[in-house]
């Protein structure tokens, strides 16, 4: 599957990995196989290998080999949001008694997943900044089975350099995960710098359109794909045919998209950090990020994130939410639509108290693909 596209260009594999014309018709796009179960040709007789729609689907079929081949990846999984994925994965990697080092600043449902569910399960976890490798080698115990790593970071748009980390877990005998959500893999690929498992919450850039919520993993090495498609089926969170054809159209647009998501946000990100009312821009374009050498060297560019502080506090930023018009104000992210929110009491409210709490003047953009003026004009307004 992936084999087939290794030398072609992303454009070109997005496009055409796993969208085999129909054999049955021809058409150039894979049919949206609305169905649970599949006639046998005599007792065990499968026609291409489908039995019932939990074990496989042709039309998550394709998606899994586009998403494998996006990677550079053997197999890859896909799942009805990103956390069924990452559920997926801590069950299959980790057993009752193991230890995962995770970063200081990740998607909230992710901590709540660690906190509140692995936890009461007999999982253990340490916080470590991963963009610092003392850092995570202090949060190593002999019983560290798992390196869980976002980078970019939500909300706070930290950088972590997967090589060096995939190093520390490699010393350690340890996996590492590489939630790769916020660059997509059109700007980073964690499994060529060394990662064992890549995460997506398909919701957004794979998705790309705020019209879908899916999750996947991708991995190398193929014993590890078998376990987790086995626990895939045993556990049951898969992606649905048509939420799986969204995202397979999804992904055919990737490329451009992100580059218009980059280039709109690096421009939001120099006005902002002119503005007068912004106290701190954080977004790695800017070359005052601490992770702009690493963000610059593994990402292809920047990505459509930008998160920022105002000044006045809590309040003015829950005032600048509120006066956005063409910002959108809501949770999620990576769709061609500009979203505005405040984590602190949206998508990061689950972290408060934590030591992944977000500041409480902290706004969060995901800059869109609309006009870059548009866009400018909308926040100076917001902002007053
Ligand atoms: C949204 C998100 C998730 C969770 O994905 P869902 O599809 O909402 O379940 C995980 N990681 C990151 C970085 C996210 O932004």
Known sequence: MSDSHSTQSFETVAIHAGNTADPLTGAVVPPIYQVSTYKQDGVGGLRGGYEYSRSANPTRTALEEN??????GRRGLAFASGLAAEDCLLRTILSPGDHLVIPDDAYGGTFRLFAKVARRWGVEFSVADTSDMASVRAALTPQTKAIWVETPSNPLLGITDIAAVADVARDAGARLVVDNT??????????????????????????????????????????????????????????GPFDAWLVLRGAKTLAVRMDR????????????ARHRKVAQ??????????????????????????????????????????????????ESLGGVESLIEHPARMTHASVAGSQLEVPADLIRLSVGIENIDDLLADLQQALG
């Open 67 to 72: 998403l494998a081949a996006l990677e550079g």
């Open 261 to 272: 998501h980059s280039e709109n946000a690096e421009r939001v990100a120099e006005a902002l």
């Open 281 to 330: 821009v954080y977004y790695p374009g800017l070359p005052e990020h601490p992770g702009h050498e690493i963000a610059a060297k593994q990402m292809r560019s920047f990505g459509g994130m930008v998160s920022f502080r105002v000044q006045g506090g809590e309040q003015a930023a829950i005032e600048v939410c509120n006066r956005a018009k063409v910002f959108t104000l809501g």
């Open 182 to 239: 916020f660059a997509s893999p059109y700007l980073q690929q964690p499994l060529a710098l060394g990662a064992d498992v890549v995460v997506h919450s398909l919701t957004k850039y794979m998705g790309g359109h705020s019209d879908v919520v899916g999750g996947a993993l991708v991995v190398s090495d193929p014993a590890l794909g078998e376990e987790l498609a086995f626990h895939q089926n045993a556990m049951g969170a898969v992606a």
